[in-house]
């Protein structure tokens, strides 16, 4: 049996994290998924379920809440006007076909592995973010044709693979092609549904092995999404609203930092260090 009192530490910790991914969804456009991962790795891990498909859950569990939490970014967003929705419709098929990919790809792979991928993708996002720069630039607009039916893919793909939403890839991408930050933001969070609805509705039907958290269906646990959403529900609005109020650039520098701690630690583990 679990213990009670580390139980509740761990439902506690798992608001707390909810609240600070959804205000980073609308906030910083990188994807409430990038702190909910580890987040879910650390207090599975703690309640006795490292199990060899772990990171499976964790990625799905996080990509769960990403559904509901990129609905209600994406609407406070759009009262701003700021999502293009004709960015969504056209990227919407390649997008959604990578992450079918991505849930096939997950599903064959085990927890070292899949923490050494999530690792690896997270610290080039905090490079991004640490050293990024709003001048750099790809093109003057959006790839379309053949680059579009390239790219759109490889964002769903990467996603999935790391649990998060569009804006960890989405932004970076919208903005090195001309895109103001304010609608990259806010259209990527429209990538990030997108990206999870299928990808969710895989890992439903997906096994995560025996070793599974009590409430698990597939390869989603019911009880940290509800107590995750619960959180993000409040603060994803709140994110939304910071971020046309304020220059978001130091916040970015500081979470950077936080980011390439958090991948490097999950290397650390993946190399069994």
């Avoid at 970014?73 to 919407?92: C, F, M, P, Q, Y």
């Avoid at 973010?129 to 790219?151: C, K, N, Q, V, Y």
Wanted: hydrophobic share 55%; aromatic share 8%; charged share 10%.
């Amino acid at each position: 049996m679990t213990d009670p009192a580390l139980l509740a530490q761990m439902v506690v910790l798992l608001a707390c994290v909810g609240a600070f991914a959804g205000v980073l969804a609308g906030l910083l456009g990188v994807g409430g998924g990038i702190v909910l991962v580890p987040a879910y790795f650390y207090a599975f891990t703690t309640l006795g379920f490292a199990g060899p498909h772990l990171m499976q859950i964790c990625l799905a569990t996080s990509l769960a809440t990403i559904v509901v939490t990129s609905l209600r970014s994406v609407s406070s967003h759009n009262k701003k006007g700021a999502v293009e929705k004709d960015i969504l419709r056209t990227w919407a098929p390649g997008i959604m076909a990578g992450a079918v990919l991505g849930v096939l790809v997950v599903a064959q792979l085990r927890t070292a592995t899949l923490q050494f991928l999530f690792g690896a993708l997270a610290t080039s996002v905090g490079l991004y973010m640490a050293f990024g720069r709003a001048h750099w630039r790809l093109s003057e607009d959006m790839p379309t044709g053949i680059a579009r039916a390239l790219l759109s893919p490889v964002v769903g793909f990467l996603s999935v693979i790391m649990g998060v939403g569009g804006g960890s890839f989405g932004v970076p991408l919208m903005t090195l092609c001309g895109q103001p930050v304010h609608r990259a933001v806010a259209t990527s969070a429209g990538f990030g549904f997108l990206i999870a609805t299928p990808a969710v509705l895989g890992f439903l039907f997906s096994g995560a092995g025996d070793l599974r958290p009590p409430g698990t269906i597939g390869s989603v646990n019911i009880p940290a999404f509800v107590v995750t959403i619960a959180m993000t529900l409040i603060t994803a609005p709140l994110g939304a609203q910071l971020a046309h109020r304020l220059d978001p650039l130091r916040l970015r520098g500081v979470f950077a930092v936080f980011l390439l701690i958090v991948a490097g630690n999950m290397i650390r583990k993946a190399a069994g260090w």
